[in-house]
């Protein structure tokens, strides 16, 4: 019997390796089908999970000991750009759609705590708000006093590995080759450089030189930590592994492939639009999207306008590069998990599907990122662990501080009292506990030395309340910023797109009363001095400088406490 299961085993391989060989075909036939988001259709239906027979059980019994934990980060892709969300952007993303609605627990109202791209890693890796682990803007270094899910994996038993976008070792300057004091705690390293994803640079383990990605970013950093799971079994005794994937896209970007591209209301300093960086996907990818002038766009989508000539720049032109590039990225995540489900690793690994922030692509007449708005700090929160979680959508606002501690819990490893996040294990498990109504988000500088354009807000399912800075002008010109109050409301029940203001006098005073306290003593137990230091002032003067952090003295005070209840 058991030569005869080889035997099939090897024949079957035959017709695997050339219906993978179709791949390029099935995919114009998936993803451009008007049918897509309507049928369930798999690349490789044809496969069947394989298996070696003399040590099948054996391996399946190690490897449940301990879940295996995959963080995926991907990097400016909002959460309206998923094909399944209700008025969302008309994006082809069949794989995910369908790991939403069968695997994984969706959280609807997902955001980020601070919606740039260093600190809000930062965030996500640590548990804990900026204001503790010291990244307030871009190219500031996290601490070496920092914990991360890298470290405490480690500690815990996992082969780690670190695959794409850091951003948290630039120290001032630009970010290159890390030694391994700075990677907290994981093995595997490989480390992408700025972004250019057709011709991505990369520092690989301990090489001080770069080499270049031989192909699109997206699709070789998921090979690579394909190839390290297979080689985590190969070499490592099937060890449980906790690994990030840290993908570039759709974050605009240059170099090749990107010459006739730019980004709306970015101009030379003779008028002139500036090409050379902006959004592209390869162009299996972006032919997907031929009519972009057709596509629908959210009602608070505007053209930009050029800040040095008052133009106004149409956004429908990048609309094929941002999208293209995110329905390669649902590609490439189904490649991940059909070869977890293929080698039966799929049911015991906790996934989180996230990003660091989203992008604002026109809407309120803003590009990229950087506000309160729900385009900018709304995100893909997605969280599968099949031998415990079952499929569902939760609409408390999940956070990037909560990320680490819904791992953790998840994994049964000692949650450290000095995360700032809550633990939504219990809760994903299906049993009975009091989830959090509110997430708190915020803003201080973009990096070292830069203008202060600092907020802070309290965001809920119904509501956004935002305190900020009024000496930006554009919070004051684009945000419904006033001088006079520093605040605004918005009910995003009665608008979801948040485009009617609220101040006081409007009825809703009651409301107002209550987020500002409640939002106030968030800052008042987190030690944030944003009311005194810069809302009360209001000026664009620096508040924080690179030494700032690097020096962070980080409150990791007491012990590491079992599954600690985080209350907000």
């Known amino acids: 019997m058991k030569k005869f299961i080889v035997n099939l085993l090897f024949f079957y391989s035959i017709f695997t390796l050339h219906s993978q060989n179709q791949e390029e075909i099935l995919v114009d036939q998936i993803y451009n089908s008007p049918q897509v988001e309507a049928r369930e259709v798999t690349l490789y239906d044809a496969n069947v999970p394989s298996f070696n027979v003399d040590n099948y059980e054996e391996n399946l019994t190690k490897s449940r000991k301990k879940p295996n934990i995959i963080l995926v980060i991907s990097d400016q892709f909002r959460r309206q750009a998923m094909g399944f969300i209700k008025d969302g952007d008309p994006v082809k993303t069949p794989k995910l759609n369908k790991y939403k609605k069968e695997d994984a627990v969706f959280f609807s109202n997902g955001v980020v705590n601070r919606p740039i791209c260093g600190p809000n890693r930062a965030n996500i890796l640590t548990g804990q708000y900026n204001i503790t682990n010291g990244v307030y803007g871009n190219k500031v270094r996290l601490s070496k006093e920092s914990t991360t899910l890298g470290d405490i994996a480690k500690t815990n038993g996992y082969r780690t590995a670190y695959i794409g976008k ?21 093995d595997k390293w490989i480390l992408t450089r700025g ?76 008028g002139k639009i500036k090409y050379g960086y902006g959004y592209a996907a390869p162009k299996k990818w972006e032919d997907l999207y031929p009519k972009p002038k057709e596509l629908y766009r959210r009602p608070n989508a505007t053209d930009i306008i ?14 094929p590069g941002y999208y293209g590039t995110i329905s390669s990225i649902d590609h490439e995540f189904f490649r991940l998990t059909k070869y977890l489900k293929d080698n039966n690793l799929f049911d015991n690994t906790i996934i989180v599907f996230t990003a660091d922030h989203g992008e604002m692509l026109g809407s309120h007449g803003r590009m990229t990122k950087g506000v309160w708005y729900e385009e900018s700090v709304g995100v893909p929160m997605l969280i599968s662990y099949p031998d415990k979680v079952a499929s569902r959508t939760e609409e408390s606002p999940m956070s990037s501080v ?30 009975q506990d009091t989830l959090p109504e509110y997430a708190f988000c915020s803003f201080d500088q973009g990096g070292v030395g830069n203008a202060d354009r600092s907020w802070r807000s309290i965001y809920s399912d119904k509501y956004t309340y935002v305190l900020a800075n009024s000496s930006w002008k554009n919070f004051r010109d684009l945000d419904h910023i006033r001088r006079e109050d520093k605040m605004v409301l918005y009910d995003k029940v009665k608008d979801p797109y948040e485009m009617n203001p609220i101040y006081r006098g409007m009825g809703y005073d009651d409301v107002i009363d209550d987020l500002h306290k409640k939002l106030v003593d968030h800052l008042n137990k987190m030690k944030d001095p944003f009311i005194k230091l810069q809302w009360i002032p209001s000026n664009s003067m620096p508040k924080y400088t690179y030494k700032d952090a690097l020096y962070a003295k980080i409150p990791q005070k007491g012990t590491a406490k079992m599954k600690k209840r985080k209350r907000r």
């Open 166 to 186: 850091w951003h948290l070792d630039g120290a001032g300057g630009a970010e290159g080759y890390v030694p391994k004091s700075r990677r907290h705690g994981f």
């Open 195 to 270: 972004h250019s994803p057709f011709k991505q640079k990369v520092y690989i383990d301990d090489s001080q030189k770069p080499t270049t990605a031989p192909e699109w970013e997206t699709t070789w950093l998921t090979k690579k930590l394909i190839g390290f799971i297979k080689n985590n079994k190969k070499n490592h005794n099937n060890k449980p592994f906790c690994a990030v994937l840290s993908i570039g896209p759709p974050h605009t970007g240059g170099g090749p492939g990107f010459e006739d591209r730019y980004q709306p209301g970015k101009r030379t300093k003779d």
């Open 306 to 319: 050029a800040k040095n000539t008052g133009e106004k720049d149409e956004v429908w032109p990048v609309l």
């Open 402 to 431: 909560d990320i680490v501690p819904t791992i953790l819990g998840l994994a049964d490893i000692d949650i450290p009292d000095f995360m700032d996040g809550f633990d939504y294990s219990k809760s994903l498990k299906g049993e």
